[in-house]
């Protein structure tokens, strides 16, 4: 009898560490708030707009790849254009900028977010391009990033709350 409990317990401590070794997931951690608020100011309505959102920073042993990104919870009027990965080793920071900013030069150059693999002890952020389609004040609450690591698909909310005020 106790050996047959013994055997069980071996066993359950292999099937475990087996699993946490090989199969354990990784996971995006968000250090941002939705609470926080970025902004645009006296925009035109379809000007270029850049915002960066995060920080994010991913934690456990496997790599990820970002499926899709898109607008949490935007107001009818806001088109996302691109998505972009800012990895804060070599990126350009994060931040707010117009299409016609220095900064928007470097947010070009960064690689597109859907498909891109993120390493475990990445850190970075997001930069999202948009554009307004009439005036009035619009915001988005973030973004909803979904990853697949391994063999589960997980999504994380990224802010912070994104607000814009367009005129004619």
């Known amino acids: 009898m ?11 401590l292999f099937a475990f560490t087996f699993f ?11 250090r941002s708030k939705l ?6 100011d006296k925009v035109v309505p379809g000007e270029l707009l850049y915002a960066g ?3 994010f920073s991913i934690v ?3 790599d990820m790849t970002v499926v899709t990104v898109k607008l949490n919870d935007p107001s009818v009027g806001i088109e996302l254009l691109e998505t972009r990965v800012d990895l804060f080793a070599g990126g350009v920071g994060l931040g707010v900028a117009r299409g016609t900013d220095p900064l928007s030069a470097g947010i070009e150059r960064l690689p597109r977010a859907p498909n891109y693999v993120l390493r475990s002890a990445d850190e970075g952020g997001f930069y999202v ?3 307004v389609l009439s005036r009035g004040t619009f915001r988005f609450r973030g973004i909803e990033v979904t990853y ?3 063999w589960l698909t997980r999504s994380v909310v990224l802010g912070p ?3 814009v005020t367009a005129r004619s």
């Open 60 to 62: 456990g042993r496997r």
């Open 35 to 40: 609470s926080d608020t970025i902004g645009f």
């Open 148 to 150: 697949q690591t391994g």
């Open 161 to 163: 709350t994104v607000t």
């Open 2 to 12: 106790r050996r047959t409990i013994f055997v069980a317990l071996a066993g359950l």
């Open 53 to 55: 959102l995060g920080p």
């Open 20 to 30: 946490y070794v090989f199969a354990w997931p990784s996971t995006m951690s968000s």
């Open 129 to 131: 391009a948009f554009k």
